[in-house]
């Protein structure tokens, strides 16, 4: 080999090196992650086991109840009102739960004026104690919460259809 060959050659074990490195550092910074805020991102979808949230401290309704702001008290409101409730808890990052953020804006509209929506994201410490209470253990997890307090709950993402078909089950029949 030649000297200029030689020379060539000896930048081959350098490129292999960033290459390799380059490829960890994708594979670290951009796959999904297996949890967020301590919760497992679901692989797969099905019902889910409920806790019961009828121990939140529920206040009576007055005439100036006004809607709040916290996704905890968001649920008292709904409890105390008699609403029936959508709770989705969920993070900002993992993709079953921005595929489901997507599916709830789409069908919100067709049920906002029935149904109270309740958007817990999981890595807001302010909703620490409701995702302990409620036993969340998998995000996404959707919580449909009838008028008299019944729960019912779904692990994964939900096509339009299937969360329509839930919601419809919480809506009072005329």
């Not at 692989?43 to 009576?60: D, K, M």
């Not at 709904?78 to 989705?88: C, D, E, G, T, V």
């Not at 969340?136 to 729960?151: E, K, N």
């Amino acid at each position: 080999m030649s000297a200029n060959e030689i020379r060539r050659w000896r930048w081959l074990p350098v490129v292999v090196v960033a290459i390799a490195v380059l490829a960890v550092l994708g594979f670290k910074f951009f796959r999904q992650p297996d949890s967020v805020a301590g919760l497992a991102v679901a692989q797969t979808a099905g019902e889910a086991t409920v806790a019961p949230l009828g121990s939140l401290p529920v206040h009576q309704a007055s005439a100036d109840d006004p809607f709040p702001q916290g996704a905890p008290e968001q649920i008292e409101w709904s409890m105390r009102n008699a609403k029936a409730a959508y709770i989705l808890f969920h993070s900002a990052s993992c993709v079953p739960c921005l595929q489901m953020s997507k599916t709830v804006a789409r069908v919100r509209p067709d049920y906002a004026s029935a149904i109270v929506f309740v958007d817990v994201l999981v890595s807001d410490s302010a909703n620490s104690s409701l995702i302990q209470q409620a036993g969340i253990r998998s995000i996404p997890t959707s919580i449909f919460l009838t008028a008299d307090g019944q729960a019912s709950g779904y692990i994964g993402a939900m096509t339009d259809d299937a969360l329509r078909a839930e919601l419809a089950k919480l809506v009072p029949q005329e």
